[in-house]
């Protein structure tokens, strides 16, 4: 019988800073909104679509990270869903959470202007500029540097990428 899998990994930003709370033992809860955008299209154009996430994050990890998590932060998030289930007002009701077993700071509110602004004056949209890469750190990204504002892909690669 194989095994079932529960793994997410969301790239997002905060839509609110992140709430520490303390259950009454003393352990810490971090607990924070994420929104992920989703490119589609609709008719002759392409439209952005957002989807939002509740993060919750336990333990010292989340105590040491919650000055950091403001709202527009972008972050990465890995960890796995959880149904949380309860009953009110006598009708059962149920949400899907993300229990984060790993955050990582990506970029900061303005990040997303300044992004966008140096892709419009090369012509290229932001998806194409990102490239993420697979080594011993999840969720490093690689990202042009100013340097090489080139019109086209370059076959070199300032760094070895071990894949």
Do not use: H
């Amino acid at each position: 019988m194989a095994e079932d899998l529960n793994r997410v990994i969301l790239i997002g930003r905060l839509t609110r800073d992140a709430e520490l709370q303390y259950t009454s033992s003393g352990w810490a809860i971090l607990k924070m909104g994420l929104a992920c955008n989703r490119r589609r299209k609709q008719g002759d154009q392409w439209v952005d679509e957002a989807n939002f996430f509740d993060v919750t994050l336990f333990g010292k990890r989340g105590e040491s990270l919650s000055q950091y998590l403001q709202k527009g932060q972008q972050i990465a998030v890995e960890g796995q869903l959880k149904q949380d289930r309860w009953e009110q007002d006598g009708m059962k009701r149920s949400k899907v959470v993300v229990e984060a077993t790993n955050i990582q700071l990506l970029g900061g509110r303005n990040d997303r202007q300044n992004q966008n602004s140096d892709y419009s004056q090369q012509g290229r949209s932001p998806q194409q500029g990102t490239v993420a890469l697979k080594n011993s750190q999840p969720f490093e990204s690689y990202k042009p540097s100013p340097a090489r504002q080139d019109s086209g892909p370059s076959e070199r690669f300032e760094d070895d990428i071990p894949f």
